[in-house]
């Protein structure tokens, strides 16, 4: 069954001729030549099942989306989670979207940019990981601009050791 | 291949500015409301911004909608008491509505005018409605989810309490009711 997350992609993907999102071909393009390689998957990840074809462990690739409401203390500890799960991988890339974090309890003392407070709590997780690049959510689009075309936060990291 | 890197309402279609239209807008997707906030409004007139207030089919309503989704609000224009703007919640629509209808209250039911700012821009929203309507009180349905703000840095609460709120009820994690 499509999910809700899936069935919007395709709401807007038939709204421009099908066209593909930015944020799929960024990690199509980052998994391009490992693709065939053993891969760790979490998430809402449907759209890329035909992408990856090989889960079996020890992976080497790992896709880690997170679009559900979370807690972020739950957060980390999902991630400390997957990370232990994977084992040593070549590639990842964490997409959160960022607005479906909330904090029981406020940490004051976090960095005042909240991007950089998020891709600083997963770097904080996968510290033997070498942060290749990110992107954020564009602020710049909002109010009837209507942006859902890029709404995570990207993270992509590889381990040179691998 | 072409990449889609953002929306342009121009190249849009009218179904799929009608498709925009029910996704953005609780009632217009939804059997009925998720919180009653029919039971929060005073007497008198109310005006609904952006919030598709015609799916209640209730008369007494006025309704102030998006010029740009305008072929997608599908009601009895006869019926209901319902206009068009292009920027709603503009000092010179709301003091225009105001002199018209004179309302005790305000209603954004998860309206997209109040998505995608920040908690400044909304306070600032919230303020010149008051400025522009000031008999009116303003009831507001809002999901924190589309407010950005420092989610670890702050909880959902600490955000509703910079709001200046008379009345606050939180019925999810990042929906609340409040009166301001």
Sequence with gaps: MQNDCDYWRQQQRKMFDYAELEQDIRIKKFFNDTADKPTFTYGDVDYFKNFFYNFEKPYHNALIFFVEIIEYNQFIKTLEQIKNNIGQCKKICIAVNKFIIYSDVACPDIEEDYDQALINTIKKCFLNYKLHEYTTYDKDLRGDQFNFASPCTQIYMTNENY | ?180
């Design chain 2, 1 to 180: 291949m072409k990449i889609i890197s953002k929306f342009d309402f121009k190249l849009l279609s009218e179904e799929d500015k009608k498709t925009l239209y029910k996704k953005e807008r609780q009632l217009a997707s939804a059997d009925k409301a998720k919180i009653d906030v029919e039971s929060y409004i005073p007497k008198g007139n109310c005006i609904w911004i952006d919030s598709a207030v015609c799916c209640l089919k209730n008369e007494k309503y006025i309704a102030l909608e998006n010029k740009e989704f305008q072929s997608a609000v599908e009601v009895d224009r006869d019926k209901y008491k319902i206009h068009f703007s292009m920027s709603p919640t503009s000092a010179l629509t709301l003091s225009v509505l105001n002199r018209r209808y004179n309302p005790t209250s305000v209603v954004f039911y998860f309206s997209p005018q109040c998505k995608y700012l920040t908690v400044e821009e909304l306070n600032q929203l919230l303020q010149r409605v008051k400025k522009n309507m000031p008999g009116a009180i303003i009831i507001l349905a809002i999901d924190l989810r589309f407010i950005l703000y420092h989610r670890i840095k702050y909880t959902n609460d600490d955000v509703v309490a910079r709001l200046n709120c008379k009345k606050i009820i939180k019925f999810g994690i990042f929906e609340y009711l409040l009166e301001i």
